[in-house]
């Protein structure tokens, strides 16, 4: 017989620790520092994320909780089907056959699903077009997911009449149309019809799919929102705000909630910030429950199919490389989140169009996660976690309070037309944008351990995308999409277009004394395209000036540390300057010596916490 408890007696008989004595341990260790400050970080919606958290924060609400039942957090299946989600790959080419050589390369690589990009520089939407692109795909199998933008009409014509051809039977289509006007007016800035025109015609498709019971016709797109620039709240709330939307416009085409929800998708992005990204996927579940059950549809919500690409915004030119590591813990926290497909995005996919090398690595980072190391196969596993439950709960009611807040303004349509939305998600990307400048938020690659030279990769340039013709019936200040290295890359690329810089490092002392700081510099300089010169350090100003000479650089960097400075960074400035150094600088706060520095040569003081962007393109300038 066994008796439950909800202590768990693991240590034997060692004393049971308690928070307040962990604190005591914590506060020892600080050394008077604030707590808040050095432990307690909050994301980009101000949510608190604690250090540590304990029994005493679990939430009353999600204890009873099961996957399969109402709000949905913890999944719509009670229990999750074969390997847990759908492998998708996304393709942008215009060319067909050059389309289905990919799509058939995929498929035999293991993948499941398509997604394809329709108009602009992807394929044609007619039903040659898809009739080539689609040729031997087993369409009774393979979803065939559709990003159409205003194109979605007559692309789903073109998919239909490919399903006819083929004798594809009612039951068996199995895809999705990708109609989603507010998104595509969001993320171009226009539309050619009025958006009660574009809905009319979405809500037409699913009338005329009511028998297609696997066939999606619209799309509550979250990631315009997210590659603007948008908080994990605010990506939601558009999102949801876009859900809200397409209901109101099937229920006054004659389709009321419990018929429509079925018929729309979600797509939300999948970050490198693991955690944020499996309670963001918890969180859209139970929101799109709450929506559901306000629209009387209830349960319908578990209808909803939740797809997640790999954010865009976190991809890097530079070393390419490092982008398979994010896209796999991206990956990794999209399929832990409960996610009905995921889409990673080929390393090279900022650079260009990817080929058949970037194509497979993507497919294998999800065929690993998924048939390798099996995230699929345990339903909502951070279920139950203390900070994964408060972190969805706090999510989920800032989402809901920003959507509420666009609510009140008439909603997504009016909250891009007064260009409200454009100006609260821009406020978020700016101090998104101040934390990487300052390297507080480090990307590795770009301004952390930036690699610098020839890493190797490189890809066809992508095709610029034809501009819609005729005259807009309605446009807005546009979301446009960036990604967060961008600043660092444009410096990066001013100095591959000067052919280089490049800084001598005068290291004072022993390796032990200056090895932090001269790491530090190198890397800090590498972010801009600025080459250091190290060495294992030098013992006196003279020798420093004497390398300085035989190296050809004009200019130069002190560094060690706060000890060895104090005696040796003024004469060393003083003999840098004497052996014509035309600029010399100082890694590290100058503190009380900083106007005896500068009189003995130095011209600038390097130090974490100041805008690095700013420091550098003024570096460069001087170095030019």
């Known amino acids: 017989m066994t008796t ?3 202590e ?28 808040e400050k050095r432990l307690v970080t909050r994301t980009a919606d101000g949510i608190k994320i604690n250090p540590l958290y304990t029994r005493g924060d679990a939430l009353q609400a999600t204890v009873n909780q099961l996957p399969g039942a109402a709000p949905f957090t913890r999944g719509t299946q009670a229990v999750r089907e074969g390997l847990g989600w759908d492998i998708r790959t996304f393709h942008i080419e215009s060319d067909p ?30 039903k040659e077009a898809f009739a080539t692109a689609l040729k031997d795909v087993l369409l009774d ?19 239909n009449a490919e399903w006819d051809a083929r004798g594809i039977k009612a039951g068996e289509r199995q895809g999705s149309f990708g109609a989603d006007p507010l998104g595509t007016l969001a993320m171009t800035g226009r539309l050619s019809e009025p958006v009660e025109t574009a809905l009319a015609r979405a809500v037409a498709l699913m009338n005329a799919t009511e028998a297609n019971p696997r066939v999606q016709v619209m799309t509550a797109d979250g990631v315009v929102a997210h590659v603007a620039g948008a908080s994990e709240a605010q990506e939601l709330a558009f999102m949801l705000s876009a859900l809200v939307a397409y209901l109101r416009a099937a229920e006054q085409g004659g389709i009321p909630p419990e018929k429509a929800l079925p018929k729309i998708n979600v797509s939300l992005a999948a970050d490198v910030d693991e955690f944020a990204t499996i309670a963001k996927l918890r969180a859209a579940r139970r929101l799109i429950w709450r929506v559901a059950d306000a629209s009387g549809a209830g349960d319908v919500a578990s209808a909803v199919k939740l797809n997640c690409p790999t954010s865009y915004r976190i991809m890097a030119k530079r070393d390419p490389w490092t982008n398979i590591l994010r896209t796999t813990i991206a990956c990794a926290g999209a399929a832990l989140g409960g996610a009905d497909s995921i889409v990673v995005l080929p ?14 690595v993507a497919r294998n980072i999800q065929i690993v996660c998924q048939e390798e190391s099996n995230l699929g196969r345990v339903n909502d596993p951070a279920g139950g976690s203390w900070y994964v439950e408060n972190l969805t709960d706090d999510m989920a009611k800032k989402a809901w309070e920003i959507f509420q807040d666009i609510e009140a303004r008439g909603g997504l349509l009016a909250g891009l037309t007064s260009g409200y939305i454009q100006e609260t998600i821009a406020k978020t990307a700016e101090t998104r944008a101040k934390s990487i400048a300052t390297i507080r938020q480090e990307l590795t690659g770009v301004n952390a351990f930036p690699l610098l030279g020839d890493d190797g990769v490189h890809a066809e340039p992508w095709t610029a995308p034809s501009l819609p013709a005729g005259k807009a019936a309605i446009e807005v200040t546009p979301l446009r999409p960036h990604r967060l290295g961008e600043a660092f890359e444009a410096l990066r690329d001013a100095a591959d277009a000067h052919g280089g810089f490049k800084v001598f490092l005068a290291s004072m002392g022993e390796i032990v004394e200056h090895n932090v700081r001269t790491t530090w510099v190198k890397n800090y300089l590498a972010a801009g395209g600025i080459a250091a010169l190290i060495s ?13 000479v035989e ?21 060393a400035a003083q003999a840098l300057k004497a052996a014509g150094a035309k600029f010399v600088l100082m890694a590290g706060r100058p503190g009380e010596q900083e106007a005896a520095l500068k009189s003995a040569g130095v011209d600038q003081f390097l130090f974490a916490g100041a805008d690095a962007v700013a420091t550098l393109k003024g570096l460069q300038e001087k170095l030019s």
């Open 8 to 35: 768990l007696h693991l240590s034997g008989d060692f004393p049971a620790a308690n928070t307040e004595q962990w604190r005591a341990l914590v506060n020892k260790a600080l050394k008077g520092a604030d707590f």
């Open 551 to 571: 190296s050809g650089a004009d200019a130069a960097c002190i560094c060690s540390s706060d000890s060895v400075n104090a005696t040796l960074a003024a004469p």
């Open 536 to 548: 294992d350090g030098y013992k006196t100003p003279e020798d420093a000036a004497a390398a300085f």
């Open 347 to 360: 390393f090279t996919f900022a650079l260009g169009k990817p080929d058949a090398f970037a194509q497979r």
């Open 4 to 6: 439950s408890t909800n």
């Open 97 to 126: 056959k050059a389309l289905n050589a990919a799509i058939l390369d995929d498929l035999q690589g293991g993948v499941t699903s398509i997604g394809i990009q329709v108009g602009g520089n992807g394929l044609a939407p007619t």
């Open 141 to 159: 199998v393979c979803p065939i997911v559709l990003v159409a933008q205003e194109n979605f009409f007559d692309a789903a014509l073109a998919l």
